[in-house]
């Protein structure tokens, strides 16, 4: 497992914008690096970033190798009810990871 | 001989110029083996797809990257645009291009009217100096983009690892 680094506020207000930071730990091998003896490292990136909010799809973000390594990416969205935002990574090899981090709304 | 007569596609001029750029892709492709470059052309392309006919206006939307950048290989980048993201009237996508990385392509984010405020944030790789271009698309269909010029003094991608 990847370790990946969440920020959403705890608590909002109803009608509220937030903004939620994420971060996960991934080489994003873009596949046009050389290596020692000149050979290209095949690719391995996260190809697509999703956030749902109590299921409903909040952002959704197609990466490609033009990411850096370790992808930062914030974004805003209103806080409507209290309850669980769900993080999803997916890549190449298979990679897949998810997170989640609670919410409340008063 | 009259500026009249000379078809555009024969002029001395645009002979030289078209054997200058064959020369230099030729360079180029020399010069780097295995490894494609992104052109300008490629970009359009990538652009091409995402928006299909749809003209591209200036305006509405704001990229901030910092202008002079020591390390290609992590770059952040902030993209926003003006909208009053209501039911109506919001961004439904940003996508961003560059002109010199491997890809055209750097990332396309899906919003909508429940983002409230329409604006993203994330750190990408550079390769070159070049022109990047963010583009948002709105619900009316329409296409607004704001480009910057970066420097670029150690890029990503080509380290040796």
């Known amino acids: 497992m990847a370790r990946a680094l ?18 996960i730990s991934h080489e994003i091998e873009s ?6 003896v000149g050979k290209l490292v095949p690719r391995d990136i996260i190809t697509l970033f999703v956030a749902t909010y109590n299921g409903q799809e909040i952002f959704r973000a ?19 009810e209290s309850g669980k935002i769900e993080f999803k990574w997916t890549g190449d090899n298979g990679f897949s990871q998810t997170e989640t981090a609670a919410i409340t709304v008063e | 001989m009259t500026h009249a007569d000379q078809s555009p596609s024969t002029t001395r001029r645009s002979v030289l110029i078209d054997a200058a750029r064959i020369a230099g892709g030729a360079l180029l492709v020399t010069a780097l083996p295995g490894s494609g470059s992104a052109t300008p052309a490629a970009m359009l392309g990538a652009m091409k797809k995402v928006m299909g006919e749809a003209p591209l206006r200036k305006g509405k939307v704001k990229l901030e990257l910092p202008p002079l950048i020591e390390n290609g290989n992590s770059v952040t980048m902030v993209v926003s645009v003006e909208s009053p993201m209501t039911a109506e009237d919001y961004v439904k996508a940003i996508h961003v291009f560059n002109e010199k990385n491997p890809q055209p392509n750097v990332i396309s984010a899906h919003i909508g009217p429940r983002a409230g405020r329409a604006a993203m944030t994330a750190r990408i790789r550079l390769a070159d100096s ?7 698309e709105m619900s009316d269909g329409s296409f607004w983009s704001d480009e910057t010029e970066v420097i670029v003094t150690l890029a990503a991608c080509l380290e040796v690892l």
């Open chain 2, 130 to 136: 070049q022109k990047v271009i963010a583009v948002a």
């Open chain 1, 6 to 23: 969440i920020n959403v506020p705890p608590k909002a207000k109803r009608g509220e914008v937030i903004e939620i930071k994420t971060l």
């Open chain 1, 62 to 80: 197609d990466l490609h190798p033009a990411i850096a390594a370790n992808p930062f990416i914030s974004f805003f969205t209103v806080a409507t």
């Open chain 1, 31 to 36: 596949g046009f690096r050389p290596d020692s």
